[in-house]
């Protein structure tokens, strides 16, 4: 099995910026990659980020590109979600996921991703 804990959510103004973290422990032999999703009231749980554990290569959905920077510490066996320029529509419940699979359709694909984090809550006020 393999844990995951986020922190670092909070309340921040439009504009602003937070960053997320996601401490892992475990099985983690078995995870390649490394994500972030997202789920507002209402609507379904979407990508966000990901990184490979080997390479450090990124992926992003592009209603984040080039606001959020996903990145990893393998000393410290976590991954944090650096977001900047935040907008209200960023407001949701972020989760952290690990995946043993690196295709984009296995990114992309809520079920490709086994092992799940408790979510932290981000609201961006307007």
């Known amino acids: 099995q393999v844990q995951l804990v986020e922190s670092g959510g909070g309340l921040v103004q439009a504009g602003g910026s937070l960053t997320l973290s996601c401490a892992d422990s475990?099985?983690?032999?078995?995870?390649?990659?490394m994500g972030w999703f997202r789920q507002a009231p209402g609507k379904e749980r979407e990508f966000v980020a990901a990184?490979?554990?080997?390479?450090?290569?990124?992926y992003y959905a592009d209603s984040v590109k080039g606001r959020f920077t996903i990145s990893r510490d393998n000393a410290k066996n976590t991954v944090y979600l650096q977001m900047n320029s935040l907008k209200p529509e960023d407001t949701a419940v972020y989760y952290c996921?690990?995946?043993?699979?690196?295709?984009?359709?296995?990114?992309?694909?809520?079920?490709?991703?086994?092992?799940w984090g408790q979510g932290t809550q981000v609201t961006v006020s307007s």
């Open positions: 996921a690990a995946t043993p699979k690196w295709t984009v359709v296995a990114l992309l694909r809520l079920s490709e991703w086994n092992y």
């Open positions: 475990g099985r983690t032999f078995s995870i390649d990659a």
């Open positions: 990184i490979r554990r080997s390479g450090g290569n990124t």
